[in-house]
């Protein structure tokens, strides 16, 4: 007489909010330690998105002794890198029609020539250096009502929401990822704020205008309310969690920050309090601010080939007079990316690209020594 078990079932579960360099094996070793002695994983699917990225999403084909929403419970919140796992029941159907997406993404990709950042196992993909990259933004002119949170998703320049969204899309994006060493803060000096991001920490963001527009209102309105007067009282912190809700807002509307997102009030949130707390730890980074009379951003980093960089970004108002005090204080190391004046954002991505390069130099040099 056989022993194998006749009264399991097929059931389908689908995984959400895996973080999109996550591997099959990664999500079997996850799900495995939840399933019974006689239960079976049968098959595994990672679906692409339309344009074959990694979707975040796992399908999980299985036999189960238990009901299938049994099953999701547990694995529900479970957390996977720096991301907690959404687990729900889903169908065969969905299951095939997923699949079938996935192999019409592949299929477009076909006739392109060959890129050594497409259809490479997510385990070989080239990625960000580890070398931690802080980037300030001095977002200068920010109206009071957007710097309290009252932020319009459908009017994103109106405030320069727009140039603050694509500063920090610039910051933590690149081709299928983030760059989990880099964080950015946009300075607001006129309200003695800031909006700090940490790319190691960031979940479910994605890269447009609309997505970080929504989480940088959630982020302002779960920070305390600006002071009457104008400008946010010192001596306050950071807020990362619940608030009491910004102006513009109905309190309580939002608790909490996205995760990753924080404000910074008070003397903190200037230029000088960033600069000294960042330049204050062990790991000593450069500090090197973007300026058009400066050398070529190559050879200053060249000079010492750093680990860690902290890179002070202007905007179209340039530095003021007291800002520049403040840098030439702490011996910043003007750089410049060309003669030719560029957008915020757009120095970002060539100041990454930049130093990604001396970084590759480096390791190179290491490896042949």
């Keep these: ?26 999500v079997q070793a996850l799900v495995s330690p939840a399933l019974l002695a006689d239960e079976a994983l049968d098959s595994l699917l990672l679906p692409l998105d339309a344009r074959a990225r990694p979707s975040g ?88 009502r957007v710097a309290a949170g009252a932020v319009r998703l459908d009017e994103l320049p109106h405030g320069r929401v727009d140039l603050m969204a694509r500063c920090v899309c610039a910051a933590l994006f690149y081709s299928h990822g983030v760059r989990k060493a880099a964080r950015v803060a946009l300075l607001l000096p006129e309200w003695r704020r800031a909006l700090r991001v940490d790319g190691a920490a960031v979940k479910g963001l994605r890269p447009d205008e609309r997505t970080i527009g929504e989480a940088l209102r959630r982020a302002l309105l779960a920070a305390p309310p600006l002071a009457a007067g104008g400008r946010e009282a010192e001596g306050r912190g950071e807020r990362g969690g619940e608030g009491g809700g910004g102006e513009g807002g109905a309190a309580g509307e939002v608790r909490d920050a996205p995760a990753g997102w924080s404000v910074v009030d008070g003397e903190g949130a200037s230029l000088e309090g960033m600069l000294a707390s960042l330049l204050g730890g062990d790991e000593a980074p450069q500090l090197v601010v973007l300026h058009e009379e400066g050398e070529r951003l190559e050879k200053v980093i060249g000079a010492g080939e750093p680990r860690a960089v902290v890179l002070v970004i202007g905007d179209a108002t340039g530095f003021l007079r007291t800002e520049e005090e403040v840098l030439q204080r702490f011996n910043a190391k003007p750089a410049s990316l060309g003669r030719l004046p560029l957008l915020a954002s757009q120095c970002i991505v060539i100041s990454h690209n930049v130093l990604d390069n001396a970084a590759a130099e480096e390791v190179a040099e290491e490896a042949d020594g």
């Excluded at 194998?4 to 996550?22: F, K, Q």
């Excluded at 009901?67 to 065969?92: K, N």
């Excluded at 250096?129 to 980037?135: A, E, F, H, S, Y």
């Design 1 to 26: 007489m056989s022993d194998e078990p006749h009264d399991l079932h097929p059931c389908v579960l689908l995984l959400r909010g895996l973080p999109w360099e996550a591997t099959a094996h990664e």
């Design 57 to 144: 999403d796992a399908l999980l084909s299985l036999r189960l002794r238990r009901p299938a929403a049994a099953l999701a419970a547990l694995l529900h919140g479970l957390p996977l890198r720096s991301r907690r796992v959404d687990a729900r029941v889903a169908s065969a159907a969905d299951a095939s029609r997923r699949a079938a997406a996935s192999e019409r993404a592949l299929a477009r990709l076909a006739p392109l020539a060959p890129q050594p950042f497409v259809g490479r196992a997510r385990a070989h993909r080239p990625a960000p250096p580890r070398g931690t990259r802080d980037l300030l933004v001095l977002c200068h002119g920010v109206p009071r």
